[in-house]
């Protein structure tokens, strides 16, 4: 109990959170909101926002209520943004721990693959996976994670080889574990919290990731996403620029939410290593 | 300086093996796709029949095994040789030469300009930690760093360039001008002004907060508080002592943000219609030209392999300990 109070005495880690769950509830709330396809043609195009009652943000050029496109925008970078994160972290702080409990020629080998995805830049690598698989929201999450895993897999071989050393990694390999078993069971959990806090940061840089993807037309074209939603807009950039503009600040309230309880975390992380 | 050398030379030998991973794994990747740059072609064209599309795959040498491919493009490479655009019917090589220059002037005036000025914000913001100039400071940059850059571009475009007809939407210079010298190194700044902000802005952002935070470390260090005692002034201290010691984890950021620059830089040429480099990847991408996009990513990484070696010597310039002994990674 005593970590969500420490997470929740930090002022923006709180404010973060309230961002997150209303945009998490207004994504989970999508098909109760706005109920149907939110891509289908739903009035008169390019009514300004503001004016019409039934369409709060006013139509885009199709006719499609800009409203209901956000709404269910927020689902697909949120899903994108956490699944992608989890990935990553998942095959980072695999990779981190295997590397760092190894050592030797397992360590080199895996960290110079390490150093490979680092050198290609994470966005041309995600064009290229994309563009050979067909955009669909799995090989998006899989992209955007193939292009963010190194950052774990360094923090989190950084922690093992601090970790390894102590008294209860010896006496479990004294009482005969298995390798394999001590740098999964015991070392690696221990090694998490600080990948943990650099987590936020992922989602952030998965979310802006896949808007820039979906804004190149490499998303997912059967569903809409706030990248889309900007590419959209840009045919008409000169009459209707809010049909641009309105997703980018869904898309920055997001990352802004997301980096502030990334601060709440760290908080709550950091203080617990000066306690212990 | 020979230390330095040393240095690079050391780096170089050792991006050997991690080069031959990211040419053999993109490679692999580009296997998957479902048909080759010969079936493109021929969609291309409009179709056409069997013969042709066999006498293209012999020409091109796409009727071999994948790893004898693989083979052939790596001894081709050892010549500088990246194959042939089936897009552009043109070696790719020279397509990313012709191309790259247009990125290097983007990238280059966005790392230089968010470098300078996140800096330059950093020690303004660091100079005293918790002031309210602090508090604007970092809130600034945490706002800023959230904002995706090809929708900064967007706007920038939408306010200064349709609005305010300041500077133009897209390109990178003025077409068929017949500027040259400075007439037109001036017309290419012109046209540059709001991709580079657009680029630099969350590095900018991030530089700060890179800054603050080295800065904010080094305060609670003895030898600041020696140089306090020492009864030296407020400005001095900052300049001198703190912001100093804080600039070494700006200038290994800058090396480990080489690649996201560069990622960066395809979205926000896509925006401006600058033809460089990144557009080049999506003109690739829109072709399915696989050997133009494989050569793109091995370029790519040939080019954060090169601008780290040179941060390394920066760094190596900068810190004195730097240079024998290897600075851990």
Avoid: C
Wanted: zero cysteines.
């Amino acid at each position: 109990m005593s970590a969500l109070r420490r997470f929740a005495r930090s002022p923006e880690g709180v404010v973060g959170f309230v961002i997150l769950l209303t945009l998490a509830s207004v994504a989970l709330l999508a098909p109760v909101l706005f109920p149907g396809d939110p891509l289908r043609i739903a009035g008169a195009p390019l009514i300004p926002p503001f004016t019409d009652p039934s369409f709060p943000l006013g139509t885009d050029r199709l006719g499609r209520d800009v409203l209901a496109g956000l709404v269910h925008g927020a689902r697909a970078s949120l899903i994108v943004g956490i699944a992608a994160a989890l990935v990553a972290v998942l095959i980072g702080s695999i990779v981190g721990t295997l590397a760092g409990f190894a050592g030797g020629l397992i360590d080199e080998a895996l960290m110079r693959v390490v150093d490979a995805f680092q050198i290609v830049p994470g966005f041309l690598l995600a064009l290229a996976f994309v563009s050979v698989l067909q955009p669909s929201l799995p090989i998006v999450i899989l992209a955007i994670a193939l292009g963010a895993w190194t950052g774990p897999a360094r923090l989190a071989r950084a922690e093992v080889l601090s970790i390894r050393e102590r008294d209860y990694v010896a006496s479990a390999r004294i009482i005969g574990m298995h390798p394999l078993e001590i740098a999964l069971r015991e070392v690696l959990p221990n090694a998490l919290p600080p990948v943990l806090a650099l987590s936020a940061v992922i989602v952030a840089g998965a979310v802006l990731t896949e808007a820039a993807l979906s804004f190149l037309g490499l998303g997912d074209p059967n569903i809409v996403t706030w990248g889309s939603m900007i590419a959209e807009g840009r045919a008409v950039l000169r009459s209707a620029p809010y049909l641009s503009i309105i997703p980018g600040l869904a898309l920055v309230a997001t990352v802004v939410g997301t980096y502030l309880f990334g601060e709440g975390l760290t908080a709550m992380l950091s203080r617990r290593e000066q306690h212990s | 300086m020979k230390n330095a050398l040393k240095l690079i030379g050391r780096r170089a030998i050792s991006s050997i093996p991690v080069l031959l991973i990211v040419v053999i794994g993109t490679f692999f990747l580009l296997e998957l796709a479902p048909g080759d740059a010969v079936d493109a072609y021929i969609v291309s064209i409009g179709g056409g029949d069997a013969a042709l599309t066999e006498q293209l795959r012999q020409t091109y040498g796409l009727d071999q095994s994948p790893l004898n491919r693989l083979w052939l493009y790596l001894t081709s490479l050892l010549r500088f040789d990246l194959g042939w655009s089936v897009g552009f019917n043109r070696p790719i090589i020279d397509l990313i030469l012709e191309r790259l220059p247009n990125t290097f002037y983007l990238m280059g005036s966005a790392t230089g300009l968010a470098f300078v000025l996140g800096t330059v914000l950093g020690i303004v913001a660091g100079a005293r930690i918790g002031s309210p100039r602090d508090r604007v400071l970092s809130i600034g940059s945490l706002a800023l760093y959230a904002i995706p850059n090809f929708w900064l571009g967007l706007v920038l475009s939408i306010v200064f360039a349709v609005q305010l007809r300041w500077f133009p939407t897209s390109g990178i210079e003025t077409i068929a001008s017949g500027k040259e010298g400075l007439a037109r190194f001036l017309d290419i700044a012109w046209h540059l002004v709001l991709p580079v902000s657009a680029l630099a802005m969350i590095y900018l952002a991030l530089f700060l907060r890179v800054m603050r935070a080295g800065m904010a470390e080094v305060w609670r260090q003895d030898f600041v508080r020696a140089a306090r005692a020492k009864g030296l002034s407020r400005r001095r201290i900052v300049l001198r002592h703190v912001a100093r010691n804080a600039l070494l984890p700006v200038v290994t950021m800058l090396g480990l943000q080489a690649a996201s620059i560069l990622g960066g830089s395809v979205v926000i040429e896509s925006v401006f219609a600058i033809p460089g480099f990144g557009r080049l990847a999506q003109e690739a991408v829109a072709m399915r030209d696989a050997p133009l996009l494989m050569g793109i990513i091995v370029v790519s990484a040939v080019l954060v392999v090169l601008v780290n070696m040179i941060v390394d010597l920066v760094y190596a310039f900068l810190d004195p300990r730097v240079g024998a002994s290897e600075r851990s990674s």
